[in-house]
Every structure is written in C-alpha cells, then in structure tokens.
C-alpha cells in the first residue's frame, strides 16, 4: 500500500512539474537559485512507518550548496532528520511501552532544472549516509528496562521544489527519502 502512494505521488509530481514548461533547461539553474546560492531548510515529514503515537513528528533539516559540474547545475549539501513514537500495551494486569526513535544524517546532492516559472527551483537528487534505529522496553511486564539500537546505510533518492516568496524566503516540498515520504516546510537563502 504505501509504495503503491509512494509511486502515485511521485508520478503526480513529475506530470505537474513537466507540464510547467514546454522546454525546460537541463543546463540552467533557475534564476531564484543559481551557482554559488547556499539554501537552509527545515520541514516536516508526513507518510512515516513509525509504530504507535507520535512523540515527536518527523522533522529533517537541510543544507544545500549550489555549484557547478562542468556545465551542470548542481548542489550539494547535507541533511539531518529525526523521528520518536511510543507504542503502550496492557494484557493480564501487565503494562509495559515501546519508544522508538529514529535519526538519519547523510550528505545529498541534486541535479537542478530550470521550468522557466519565476521563484521556482526544481531538482532531483541522491541521499547518501546513516540511519540509526533505536527502541526500548519499560513497564510492569519486564523487571528492567531493555533496549535495541541498530544502524546502517542510508541511500535513497528525492525530487523537490522550492518555490521563493521573496529573494530570500520560501516553501520546499520534497518526495522521496527521508524522515517522511514526503517532506514540507521553509527555506532560507542566505
């Protein structure tokens, strides 16, 4: 079910952002985000896989450098995310909670297209780094508290948007890998 939303996100993404221009420039950064432009970010991640309620919701925040390769568009930066919820049981006068929390830090770097629609920097891009998973145990059930953390590779990939109300300010919208499948918030340019 969620790769099957997964994928019709992702294509409804791709068929509102071609049908923005006619004739998009792969060789171009858009003029609200060109070389040398260095972009912060931070948002909120909705379609997580977390069991039980939320603690803290997905949040992630990112950096994002833009400097040309060859005569591409491209930028690079970092991203940082994290997620916790908590899952509590009761059977037979036994009461005992789960806490799960999340982190994923990795670099990013993004190939950028210009749709030619004023404010507007598009891009796709890879995320490369490591996700730690951590859970515990607590409650009447168990004498003390136990707990798991496992980690690894974290590879994935993105497409985004940012769309700049002002020269410096504006909104992001990310599909892909991260805290969330999909990822919403703010951006700066400094």
Partial sequence: MRKTVVLALLASLIVCVSTLSA?????????????????????IGLGYSMPGTVNVPPVGAAVDYAVRAGDLPFSFGAYVGYASSKETFSYFGYDWSYEYSYVIVAGR????????????????????????????????AFPGQSAA??????????????????PRFGAFAELGYSVGYLSLGVAYKI
Avoid: C, M
Wanted: hydrophobic share 40%; charged share 10%; aromatic share 16%.
């Fill in 149 to 166: 953390t496992a980690g690894g590779i974290a590879l994935g990939g993105y497409l985004g948007a940012r769309y700049f109300f002002t």
């Fill in 109 to 140: 770097a993004a190939y950028h297209v210009d749709f030619g629609v004023k404010n507007l920097d598009t891009y796709a891009g890879l995320l490369l780094g490591y996700a730690i998973a951590n859970a515990s145990v607590s409650g009447t």
């Fill in 23 to 43: 004739e998009p420039k792969w060789t171009d950064y858009s003029p609200s985000f060109n070389a040398g432009s260095l972009a912060v970010q931070g948002g």
